[in-house]
């Protein structure tokens, strides 16, 4: 009896061990991948990953569980994104065997330019009202996509949101902190309190939330198609809305729209090529980062050690100053994209680096150009097509401003404007579309999809980027532990709006990196801080190709859940 007990004590302990290697091969905690071999979801909120694994199990494509997922995502998730804003997507088609690359963002109301804030001696636009409002492109995009790679109808893809919608939905625990925390200025917005505070607050965790004019808005869109927002009833409520409240979108701005089909750009890391959306948004910077960190050992440099991190940032200063100078709407400039992405620019921005200290300011590169908060999901269907998507509204709760009876708050991404100097390649002009920091991502070898993911979180997007891939290749992390590992976050660099980088800015980390490295970078001149919840929300499907599996992801920053079939 004694020696069965001690067997059974004897492997339980191993069994401890085994589990505890897993967990502890890091130096964080984390857990498994999600595998599956019919389709895969990752998205912020359970609730919108469940709905696209509907939408699978139906016969949907990954495009059609995507839309589905984005719809439940733009009712539980309001103050992060919805259909007031705009979208992007990175697709794999895999009877093409190729990528698509989408742009879903507005433009700016063709009623306003420059001169309005110069002549009220405004220097930057207004974050919340209705100045910064521009089209809203995610409806558009939609439709779009749909009609090349989807196949259920627009119905269909819609109910799972307008159910809950009409009946309601529990509020989750990071999104009612980020309602909670969110709310207090745009309280007196016309709107905005009928929509998003039930009884005079925002719902909290675990309480119901119903909004039946979001689902009326989906039912318009599902029976009317896309012209409903543009053409339709509802482009002339917010018509007559803004004209109402001093706002200057207008039915003929949103009857203009359309979103455009994009050729993604790349840079080759280490075998691998590492896909993004050309500007206007920010993908470009974060393969800027990953020209100028190949020149490095970063394997042999380790893992939250001194040398990588250092480099890191100083990565992304120099990329995020290119950044600030020439990222726009291609439409009116003509971008230097290939010669900031070719790897002989990343050598001679290299050697501005001190590998011993930091670097107070960095000039942007001598390039010609010729003049002329969000939320991410990836889903994977059963055909091995793949769709890397991110949707938002700007900044939390965006402009505030919510049109009579639509359900929705208006997007606020016109504030990215330049309004200082008519000659920057940002500069607000009419119909023009503005800089953005919602990006999309893919990796692939050898001409074969290995990864779509993506990290919602402004500007922090294109260094969490160059981070999952660095956790991914050179520190051998599978898809889960390159989530969840900690990252830094560095702020300050100059901006599209004008702004400029002072004093080398601030390089925040989160909890996971010891005492002794975060002092020797300050030692190097880094002036170091704890920001919360400023590092990103990622979340990510890899296809095993010799075995037909699909692995998912989704960290622990979010409310996300990643499930497969």
């Not at 420059?114 to 910064?132: M, N, T, V, W």
């Not at 309601?168 to 745009?186: D, L, R």
């Not at 020149?295 to 480099?311: A, P, R």
């Not at 002092?519 to 400023?534: A, D, Y």
């Amino acid at each position: 009896m004694k020696k069965l007990l001690f067997l059974v004590i004897a492997t339980a302990f191993v069994a401890t061990l085994h589990a505890q290697d897993r967990l502890t091969g890091q130096t964080f905690t984390t857990r498994s991948e999600v595998l599956g071999t019919n389709g895969m979801a990752a998205t912020s909120q359970p609730l919108a990953t469940q709905a696209a694994l509907d939408i699978l199990k139906q016969g949907g494509t990954a495009m059609d569980a995507a839309i589905a997922a984005n719809a439940v995502l733009g009712l539980v998730e309001p103050a992060s994104c919805g259909i007031g804003g705009d979208i992007f997507a990175i697709v794999w088609d895999a009877k093409t065997e190729k990528l698509y690359g989408f742009n879903g963002s507005g433009r700016s109301p063709k009623s306003l330019d420059l001169s309005y804030f110069q002549k009220k001696g405004k220097r930057e636009i207004p974050l919340f009202g209705p100045l910064a409002i521009s089209t809203p492109g995610t409806v558009d995009g939609w439709f779009m996509m749909h009609e090349k790679f989807g196949s259920l109808s627009m119905k269909e893809i819609l109910a799972p949101a307008i159910k809950y919608g009409k009946e309601g939905f529990p509020v989750s625990e990071v999104i009612a902190y980020e309602m909670a925390t969110n709310y207090q200025n745009k309280v007196d917005l016309p709107g905005f309190a009928e929509t998003y505070l039930p009884n005079g607050r925002p719902p909290m965790k675990g309480e119901i939330f119903i909004n039946a004019d979001l689902a009326k808005t989906y039912e318009m869109i599902a029976k009317e198609g896309r012209d409903a927002f543009y053409k339709g009833s509802i482009a002339r409520t917010i018509d007559t809305y803004m004209k109402k409240h001093g706002g200057f979108l207008s039915y003929e701005d949103l009857a203009s729209h359309s979103g455009n089909w994009v050729e993604p750009i790349s840079t080759n890391y280490r075998g691998y090529d590492v896909w993004e959306l050309p500007p206007n948004g920010q993908g470009t910077a974060a393969l800027q980062m990953l020209n100028i960190l190949e020149g490095y050992d970063i394997k042999n440099m380790g893992f939250g050690s001194v040398e990588y991190l250092h480099i890191l940032t100083e990565a992304k200063k120099l990329a995020y100053e290119d950044r600030a100078k020439f990222y726009a709407d291609p439409d009116f400039n003509k971008l230097p994209i290939d010669e900031l992405l070719s790897k002989e620019y990343a050598a001679e921005r290299n050697k501005l680096i001190d590998p011993k200290k930091a670097a107070s300011t960095y000039p942007a590169g001598d390039l010609e150009i010729e003049t002329g908060n969000t939320t991410y999901l990836t889903v994977a269907d059963k055909d091995g097509n793949m769709v890397s998507l991110i949707q938002s509204i700007y900044y939390e709760f965006a402009s505030g401003m919510v049109p009579d009876g639509l359900g929705f708050v208006l997007q606020n991404r016109g504030q990215m404007f330049n309004v200082q100097d008519a000659s920057h390649a940002n500069a607000l002009a009419p119909g023009k579309r503005p800089f953005h920091t919602i990006i999309p991502a893919f990796i692939t070898k050898d001409g074969k999809p290995w990864v779509s993911f993506g990290l919602m979180g402004g500007a922090v997007q294109p260094q969490g980027h160059a981070q999952i891939v660095v956790n991914l290749i050179d520190f051998g992390m599978n898809l889960q532990e390159a989530g969840d590992a900690p990252r830094m976050r560095h702020v300050g660099s100059s901006q599209p709006t004008g702004s400029q980088m002072t004093n080398g800015g601030t390089l925040n980390f989160e909890s996971g990196f010891s005492y002794e490295t975060i002092r020797e970078l300050r030692k190097m001149g880094h002036k170091i801080g704890t920001g919360v919840g400023i590092y990103g929300g990622y979340q990510a499907i890899a296809v095993d190709q010799t075995n037909g599996v699909y692995s998912g992801a989704s960290e622990s920053r979010k409310d996300g859940q990643a499930a497969g079939y």
